[in-house]
């Protein structure tokens, strides 16, 4: 399977970017400001949305990734919310596509387009490559591990911050409260922490060096996976509370950080466990 991999890797990776661009093509793009009220359901609250157009556009992509490497799996986040048990594929032997057909859900039903799609393709817990795609915005982020990350076509190199770092951290309404605790540990002088939009994104806006750093409370792998390996193959770095990687597979040390250098990291996770 390995080798099966690694071709992929070498020929396929372009193959992925057009399948972004017909699932958004055929399924996203058509609904965007065109939701109608049926479209729209709760999940797990008010702020955890699901539209007709993430659940189209994962079956599309579900459909096309599992033709362009046979043998893989799909892990979506709409599949898993039926069937929780299709997330144990992530710790499996089988190459795994985790997929997030809409990134910023609550972003695309407002009508911004500050939402994104993501897929990453890892295998026995390590992502090999990712791509974020924002189809309002028509970018295409893309990274492979040990090759760099690129947005449309320019290497992307997340450079340092300045005197004041900002930190993008998770929405309060999926914190508990022993995190919300930690993350006001960034409430000091030469930080500024914001809610985060799209997780996808904000891992881009550092990729890309207009973010240094987010906070983030949750590690559902599909919300992570590609951004994280974005960010490292941009020059940037992660660790969670426990001050280790951060692991797809789960069970990490919440919060966790991601940024854009190692001394960006050690100060944001060394800020959240003084505060924990």
Not at 1 to 9: K, N, P, Q, V
Not at 16 to 34: D, G, N, S, Y
Not at 64 to 83: F, K, M, N, Y
């Amino acid at each position: 399977m390995i080798e099966a991999i690694e071709d992929f890797l070498v020929r396929g990776v372009p193959d992925v970017e057009e399948a972004l661009r017909k699932a958004a093509a055929a399924e996203v793009m058509p609904r965007f400001r065109q939701l109608a009220d049926d479209d729209v359901v709760q999940k797990g609250g008010p702020h955890d949305l699901v539209t007709v157009a993430d659940r189209l556009a994962e079956e599309h992509l579900t459909a096309a990734l599992i033709t362009l490497l046979p043998g893989s799996v799909v892990v979506g986040e709409e599949a898993v919310h039926a069937d929780p048990s299709i997330y144990e594929a992530i710790g499996t032997d089988a190459p795994v596509w985790i997929v997030d057909p809409v990134d910023g859900t609550r972003q695309f039903v407002r009508g911004d387009p500050g939402f994104c799609m993501l897929i990453a393709l890892a295998w026995r817990g390590e992502v090999l490559a990712s791509w974020t795609y924002a189809p309002a915005l028509d970018e295409m982020a893309v990274a492979v591990r040990g090759k760099g990350a690129w947005l449309d076509g320019e290497r992307l190199v997340a450079g340092s911050p300045g005197e004041v770092i900002e930190v993008a951290t998770s929405h309060p309404d999926f914190t508990t409260p022993e995190q919300k605790h930690a993350l006001l540990g960034l409430r000091v002088q030469g930080v500024a922490p914001r809610p985060c939009g799209s997780a996808g994104l904000e891992y881009l806006a550092i990729a890309r060096g207009e973010l240094d750093a987010v906070a983030f409370s949750w590690e559902l792998a599909w919300d992570h996976a590609a951004g994280l390996l974005l960010v490292s193959e941009a020059g940037g770095r992660n660790l969670t509370a426990a001050g280790e990687p951060f692991r797809i597979e789960g069970g990490n040390a919440l919060p966790f950080t991601a940024g854009r250098d190692a001394a960006t990291v050690d100060r944001v996770v060394g800020l959240l466990s003084a505060a924990a």
